[in-house]
């Protein structure tokens, strides 16, 4: 089935998927202030992201979000050149 969601449908079903799925596997270029609390991922899960130097100065990925994910036991990976929006919560894409 194909949907398309946005603004707060979005996010609703995006923080439902993420809290029930086994494993997500997601790339999200920027992970800004607040951005462990909308992004409910947990241990196991593995998240791509761009914290390079331009970004973290910038303001749009915090390390200290990042961290708070690593201290969950999220596997966080980085790509400076990352500007993708994926989700893979079990069975389902959320592009």
Sequence with gaps: MTR?????????ELGARVKTSRKVKAAVAFVGNGGA??????????????LGLQTVKQGATSPKEIQRLIKRGVQVFTRSNLHAKFFICDDALLV
């Excluded at 398309?4 to 609703?12: G, H």
């Excluded at 609390?37 to 761009?50: H, Q």
């Design 4 to 12: 398309f969601l946005s603004n707060d449908s979005l996010w609703s």
């Design 37 to 50: 609390d909308l992004l409910p991922l947990k241990k196991g899960d593995t998240l791509v992201v761009n």
